[in-house]
Each structure stands twice: as structure tokens, then as C-alpha cells.
């Protein structure tokens, strides 16, 4: 009978565990998007300053949360999100605006197709 309350146990590990990681994916590709989507509306609009901001704000977020994402993701997946929200405020330096937003919009698609892949659905899993 110990053997079953272990295998329970460790089941709800497991699935507590994967529910939690599907949250912080969730939560960060979410917020991630949103600051992408607000440094490119900004640039956009010709606000500089607050295109920087945002910049800024997206950097400063991606220092706190990419530990999380790379513990349970292959590095090589969330690379691509690593040097876009290390190099924008650079291209701000630069007056690269058109670059900018091009990386705000990959950025945006490509943090969409993180949260896609890591979704359990059949695709993902087969």
C-alpha cells in the first residue's frame, strides 16, 4: 500500500509541477508581448523617450524572469527573446528605429510561438 501513496505523491508532484511551469509560461510570454507591443507602438508613434521606457521596462523584467523559463526550456528556444531584450535600447542608441520595431514585431510572433509549443496539446506531445 506504500508503494501506491508513493506513485500517488509523486504523480501530484508531477502534474503540480507542469501546471506551475504552464502558468510562469503563460505569465511571462504574456508580459513579455505586451511590453514588446508597447516599445513598438511607442517607436511607432515617434515617442522615443517612452519607446525607451518601455525598452527599459522590458529589460529589466526579462533579467528577473528568464532563470525561470530556462530552467525547464532548452536554452536555444527563449535565445532569440535573450538578445532582443538586450539589444533594443541599443538600437534606440543607434537611431535604428526601423530595426527596432522589426525586432519588437519577431519578438512578439516568437514569444506567441513559445507559449504555443509548450502548451499540452497533441501536436506538442506527438
Not at 15 to 20: D, F, N, P, T, V
Not at 58 to 76: A, G, N, Q, V
Amino acid at each position: 500500500m506504500k508503494r501506491v501513496w508513493i506513485a500517488v505523491s509523486l504523480l501530484c508532484a508531477i502534474l503540480g509541477l507542469s501546471a506551475l511551469s504552464l502558468y510562469s509560461t503563460h505569465t511571462i510570454t504574456q508580459t513579455m508581448s505586451g511590453l514588446f507591443e508597447e516599445a513598438y507602438t511607442q517607436a511607432s508613434e515617434g515617442n522615443l523617450d517612452k519607446a525607451r521606457e518601455a525598452a527599459e521596462e522590458l529589460e529589466d523584467y526579462w533579467e528577473k524572469t528568464h532563470r525561470i523559463l530556462s530552467t525547464y526550456m532548452r536554452h536555444e528556444e527563449i535565445e532569440h527573446v535573450l538578445v532582443s531584450a538586450n539589444s533594443l535600447t541599443s538600437y534606440l542608441d543607434q537611431d535604428n528605429l526601423e530595426t527596432f520595431t522589426e525586432e519588437c514585431q519577431a519578438s512578439m510572433v516568437y514569444l506567441q510561438h513559445l507559449w504555443d509549443s509548450e502548451q499540452p496539446s497533441i501536436e506538442n506531445i506527438l
